[in-house]
T-cell receptor, first 112, second 114 residues
Framework: GENVEQHPSTLSVQEGDSAVIKCTYS??????FPWYKQELGKGPQLIID?????GEKKDQRIAVTLNKTAKHFSLHITETQPEDSAVYFC???????????FGTGTRLTVIP | NAGVTQTPKFQVLKTGQSMTLQCAQD?????MSWYRQDPGMGLRLIHY???????DQGEVPNGYNVSRSTTEDFPLRLLSAAPSQTSVYFC?????????????FGNGTRLTVT
């Protein structure tokens, strides 16, 4: 099956700085890569996703990049705010699959 | 809309006891699933269902049982709880295949087995 690795496990940034979280995957058939944000006491919530036919996708302050050759994808958050503090999970899946394979999570802390 | 509702929020069991974690969704989603979240291991799929009457195993199905008698409900049963089942359990639903429609998660059930 798919194996998704995520780094770093913890990340602290000053408010206003950028944060980058990186993931690698093992299954070359994977073609869908979502990112989820989990706030304390809540379930994960989808914040952005990318499919393998594009290399980059942006939504306001967040962006995701994908390198299919190297099998890695990254989440970029610019102009970080305290409300960005949460645990972020990357995941991978493929066409016709019924499950997501998740990374181990990154706890992001934005220091005011 | 309530989305995905899980009950209870917290539960403590003794080894060998049984219980059912409840999950209900009001979005008319065909696909429902159960994940467990453990420190340093992310979320792992336990069981899933692609529609009423249809269930299948995920990555870590041992010790768990599911059924899907209605579109709305997808309960997870622990037949004989073990300390290794101490975890946070999340139910999730989506309209179709996970690649084509986002997963909506409930707020979780924190289970402790002593």
């Amino acid at each position: 099956g798919e194996n998704v690795e995520q780094h770093p496990s913890t990340l602290s940034v000053q408010e206003g700085d950028s944060a980058v979280i990186k993931c690698t995957y093992s299954d070359s058939a994977s073609n869908y890569f979502p990112w989820y944000k989990q706030e304390l006491g809540k379930g994960p919530q989808l914040i952005i996703d990318i499919r393998s036919n594009v290399g980059e996708k942006k939504d306001q302050r967040i962006a995701v990049t994908l390198n299919k050759t190297a099998k890695h994808f990254s989440l970029h958050i610019t102009e970080t705010q305290p409300e960005d503090s949460a645990v972020y999970f990357c995941a991978a899946s493929r066409t016709g699959a019924n499950n997501l394979f998740f990374g181990t999570g990154t706890r992001l802390t934005v220091i005011p | 809309n309530a989305g995905v509702t899980q009950t209870p929020k917290f539960q403590v069991l003794k080894t060998g006891q049984s219980m059912t974690l409840q999950c209900a969704q009001d979005m008319n989603h065909e696909y429902m699933s159960w994940y467990r979240q453990d420190p340093g291991m992310g979320l792992r799929l336990i069981h899933y269902s692609v529609g009423a009457g249809i269930t299948d195993q995920g990555e870590v199905p041992n010790g768990y049982n599911v059924s899907r008698s209605t579109t709305e409900d997808f309960p997870l049963r622990l037949l004989s709880a073990a300390p290794s089942q101490t975890s946070v359990y999340f139910c999730a639903s989506s309209y179709g295949f996970v690649r084509d429609s986002p997963l909506h998660f409930g707020n979780g059930t924190r289970l402790t087995v002593t």
